[in-house]
């Protein structure tokens, strides 16, 4: 946490840096009308300042206008180095899935090296926790993400050996990412993203009705090329490829042996390296080799199977197409936490030489 | 939508999840190429998903009214079916002007027997025709009935409406079933009063289905329904309205409440002072005669919030401030009375705003120019074709004493196609007492009507029937002709729109068909009828009595609407002048307040109502 340090803040959502504004005044979400409200603090105690911030909200001045009025934690300030990380992949893809089960393993497991996870941004968490951990949990599948989201889904914040670091999650449609527009706001979070998440699912050929991988994987691939094309490029930019719905491979080597061996609590640069080139034969093998382009793009990248729910939804009924998705059986979150191990490891917040060694070619 | 408009074609487009395109993609459309259906795709795609919230599951379909850039809509139904994840369902969108799927039209399009449940096997989906569309005054009797129900429910949203009238609206705790008839209830009962008190000209878009209804939506409607209080991570700037928790109370509340009883019960209207300048706010046809009537107390207005499209957003309104210090840049243009002003206005108009044409799309919305239109279609042609005929006749038709112009003027009453233009040509006959032409006029009406083949009912029929046993001839031709300038009141020409304080609406600003009756239509509700009052003085009326306007012909009386007052001694009856200038009888009578509904079920269907023992005396109205 930063008492006196520098107030050059870049907005994690819109991605513009400004000062941050020296005075006492914050604004304060009004539940009832949904609305933030702007509050003089200065006449409060030092005790009762440090409460309403860490509850309160700062409006980004949205410089170029471009995008809606927005709000972020009025303490972001406070700490270094904050990180965004950003979920790219096709649409249903198991991006949302796979971020609310990441989420909620770390808090109901932590991380290792004794990092532990607290919501930043109280709000966001607790909108989080009720539109996605709380259904997931009861076996719903999760709706789709809704097209044009701007917002970030989560912003948390991580406490460890590597300090205090709060790390914002963005989860945008699928069709989104896909985009070619200029004016796409939905994935503006790529500007200023320092960390992504790939997500890749293998199609389930019985629903698609194909029997080949796409030639090419467009959300990998506009994604790797605005990342590229931002001053200084990827380097230094870790990413993570995460095959999600890898229980549709839980008989097929080599992913079985990675389901099986469940979750690792140690930070094991050789054994994240062994799933990486697991990962990559694999996708090499049915033909996936599009969706390995961060892969060869990225100086430090993970691959990793990973599997949100345990199993894939099936209808309640299975006659009435306007039945909704349920995991029947409960869900069974597996290998979820490698790719946001791997990151925090690529990122610094895991300070170790075996972490140094984490997504190193 | 009316019947009397020309058939116009609209799109439509089906959204499907794709496994080619892994996303939500167009599975069929009506366009003629596949870029510009995609072209849809993106313009209406934060609107497709149907997601639930929480435990709430949403609905099976949801409507929206969703406006886009040049005067184009979506109405878009939304259904809850498609993959397992919800969200990625299918919607199906009918794509139009918005002069044609207006807000009415689209309401009554939940009934819509084209809406589809399945991609088309093919991609190609044909255009659709207007008039295969519901018939708008059908639904909007079903509304109506529906909204009587809501009055409660009404009067909390309005009240909410009125505290903040430029805000868009959420509203939680509304029964799926009751949500259309709730945006036609909130219409009808505001929608004048916001524009004449507050100079609120508001859009009525609507969305039965909201999950989301932050700021960072494009084109989110004014209206949405919530299912539950959402959790939303970026700023609403709406006015969120809980219907079980909300209470219509305070002083915006008694005013609330009189919107609500004219609807419901049709009682008289707020108290009202005559506008300062009226002809600065632009209202509706649907808008009371009334005077414009100004802010008693003016406050200052808010803001209007963005409306959800960033630095672009926000709602089309004015605050009163800018009403009384900006002229209205198309008021000039809304009150021109011949050919040559209006030629004129326009020329001005296309010069003076030539690099900002966007003013005057925004001052002109589809209200203002269905009033232009009105007054193309109506006035500017009626003018036309005097000039026509004058060219053709000489001044006030001298040249009807020659035999060889009665014999063209005869043959022109009897054969042409172009109703108006015989009814013209008859009326100058009738001062002329030109007994060849008067020949004619029998000859196309005993005959049935005009060349197309319409056949005059009711009260016309009966005129005619009666003219055709008729052995008198010129006696027969005169009621014939009467019988045609009772037709011209009959059709119910909205009065001298280009005197009104504001443009007129779709309602009635536009040519009316030879069968009409002098009612109140589907714009013309009697609560907020009528462009023209008059005065009728009637003493003490009981409150199980109403004072109710008819257009008296013979022994039948036409309902027009319910008479209001002030003082319970001048009462204000809405009525209606004929085109050609004459002046029907109207009367006030008070009737009781039970045959109500009758009168206003007579009003729609365009019968004359019997006179009931219990009425009182008729009083002429002046």
Same mark, same amino acid.
């Given at each position: ?189 790529? !500007? ?50 995460? !095959? ?21 609590? !140690? ?73 946001? !191990? ?20 | ?445 005993? +005959? ?71 009612? +109140? ?102």
């Amino acid at each position: 946490m930063m008492e006196n340090g520098p107030r050059f803040v870049r907005c994690p959502i819109c991605a513009h840096e400004f000062h941050w504004p020296n005075d006492q005044m914050l604004s304060l979400f009004d539940d009832e009308n949904e609305s933030y409200e702007l509050v003089d603090i200065s006449n409060e105690s030092e005790s009762r300042q440090r409460d309403l911030e860490r509850q309160g909200y700062r409006q980004c001045p949205n410089t170029s206008e471009d995008t809606t009025e927005h709000y972020i934690p009025a303490s972001y300030w406070r700490y270094r180095d904050p990180l965004v990380i950003g979920l790219v992949g096709a649409s249903a893809s198991g991006k949302t899935h796979l971020l609310t089960a990441m989420i909620r393993e770390a808090y109901r497991v932590g991380l290792p090296h004794g990092v532990t996870v607290a919501a930043l941004d109280l709000r966001r968490h607790a909108t989080f926790r009720r539109r996605f951990i709380e259904p997931f949990e009861k076996g719903d599948a999760l709706s789709a993400t809704d097209f044009g989201v701007v917002e970030a889904a989560d912003i948390l914040l991580l406490r460890g050996p590597g300090g205090e670091r709060p790390v914002t999650f963005f989860d945008v449609a699928g069709e989104d990412l896909e985009k070619t527009s200029g004016r796409n706001r939905a994935t503006r979070f790529l !500007v200023g993203a320092n960390a992504v998440i790939f997500v890749y699912a293998p199609e389930d050929q019985f629903e698609t009705g194909k029997d080949t991988a796409a030639s090419e994987n467009q959300s990998f691939d506009l994604a790797v090329e605005r990342l590229r094309a931002r001053p200084g490029g990827i380097d230094g930019l870790p990413a993570v490829i995460a !095959v999600t719905k890898s229980d549709r491979l839980r008989y097929v080597p080599p992913a079985d042996r990675w389901l099986r061996r469940g979750d690792t609590r !140690v930070l094991d640069a050789a054994s994240i390296r062994a799933e990486s080139r697991d990962v990559f034969s694999y996708l090499h093998h049915i033909g996936a080799g599009a969706s390995l382009r961060p892969f060869q793009a990225f100086p430090r990248c993970t691959l990793h199977f990973v599997s949100a729910s345990g199993r894939d939804a099936v209808r309640v009924d299975p006659n009435d197409k306007k039945s909704k998705g349920k995991f029947p059986r409960g869900i069974q979150p597996t290998r979820v936490l490698e790719p946001l !191990v791997a990151i925090l490891a690529m990122t610094g917040m895991v300070p170790s030489p075996e972490a140094q060694k984490v997504g190193m070619p | 939508m009316t019947d009397h408009q020309p058939e116009e074609i609209l799109d439509q487009v089906y959204f499907a999840w794709s496994h080619d395109s892994r996303g939500l993609d167009v599975r069929g459309y009506s366009f003629s190429s596949e870029p510009e259906a995609k072209k849809w795709l993106r313009r209406l795609e934060e609107h497709l998903r149907l997601q639930s919230v929480g435990e709430v599951e949403p609905p099976a379909t949801a409507l929206s009214y969703i406006e886009c850039d040049g005067g184009l809509v979506a109405v878009l139904r939304r259904i809850a079916q498609g993959t397992l994840a919800p969200g990625r369902n299918d919607s199906h969108a009918l794509i139009g002007p918005a002069g044609i799927l207006d807000v009415p039209a689209a309401l009554s399009l939940s009934n819509w027997k084209g809406w589809r449940d399945e991609p088309p096997a093919t991609w190609t989906m044909p255009r659709v025709g207007s008039r295969s569309l519901p018939n708008t005054a059908d639904a909007i009797v079903r509304l109506r009935r529906r909204a009587r129900e809501l009055e409660r429910e009404l009067g909390v949203v309005i009240t909410r409406l009125l505290d903040r009238p430029t805000y868009p609206l959420s509203i939680v705790g509304c029964l799926d079933e009751d949500r259309l008839a709730m945006v036609w209830g909130l219409r009808q009962a505001a929608n004048d009063y916001l524009i004449q008190q507050h100079g609120v000209w508001r859009r009525w878009s609507f969305s039965t289905y909201q999950s989301r209804h932050d700021s960072s939506i494009k084109r989110l409607p004014e209206i949405v329904f919530l299912p539950v209080r959402l959790d939303s991570t970026g700023p609403v700037n709406r006015t969120i309205v809980d219907l079980d928790r909300d209470l219509a109370d305070g002083r915006i509340s008694q005013e609330a409440g009189r919107l609500v009883a004219r609807l419901v019960h049709g009682t008289a209207l707020p108290v009202a002072e005559p506008a300062r300048d009226p002809v600065l706010v632009p209202s509706g046809v649907d808008g009371p005669a009334h005077p414009s009537p100004r802010q008693p107390n003016p406050a200052p207005l808010e803001p209007a919030p963005m409306a959800g499209d960033g630095a672009s957003g926000g709602h089309r309104v004015r605050d009163r401030g800018a009403v009384r210090s900006e002229r209205n840049p198309v008021a000039g243009l809304l009150g021109v009375r011949t050919v040559r002003e209006f030629l004129g206005e326009l020329n001005r108009l296309a010069e003076h705003w030539r690099w900002n044409r966007q003013v005057l799309r925004a001052a002109l919305d589809v209200r203002a120019m269905d009033a232009i239109a009105g007054f193309v279609e109506v006035e500017a042609r009626q003018e036309l074709l005097s000039r026509l005929l004058k060219t053709l006749y000489g001044p006030d038709f001298e040249d009807l004493r020659d035999a060889e112009a009665r014999k063209h003027a005869a043959r022109l009453v009897r054969d042409t196609q172009s109703e108006q233009l015989a009814r013209m040509v008859g009326k100058a006959a009738a001062t002329g007492g030109a007994q060849d032409i008067f020949a004619a006029a029998f000859d196309r009406w005993s +005959a049935g009507g005009h060349p197309a083949g319409l056949i005059p009912t009711g009260r016309m029929a009966q005129i005619a029937r009666w003219a055709r046993r008729s052995r008198r001839l010129p006696v027969a031709a005169a009621a014939a002709v009467i019988a045609l300038l009772a037709v011209g009141f009959l059709l119910g020409r909205l009065a001298d729109l280009a005197a009104q304080p504001s443009p007129a609406g779709s309602g009635g600003a536009t040519t009316t068909s030879p069968t009409q009756a002098p009612v +109140a239509g589907p714009g013309n509700e009697p609560g907020s009828v009528s462009p023209a009052l008059g005065t009728a003085t009637i003493g003490p009326v009981g409150s199980s009595q109403r004072v109710y306007a008819f257009t008296k012909v013979g022994v039948d009386y036409y309902p027009v609407g319910i008479c209001s007052t002030q003082d319970f001694s001048t009462w204000q009856c809405p009525m209606r002048q004929d085109e050609t200038g004459a002046q029907p009888q109207v009367v006030a009578v008070v009737v009781p307040n039970r045959q109500e509904p009758e009168l206003r079920a007579q009003a729609a269907s365009r019968q004359p109502a019997k006179k009931g023992q219990d009425w009182g005396s008729e009083v002429p109205v002046g």
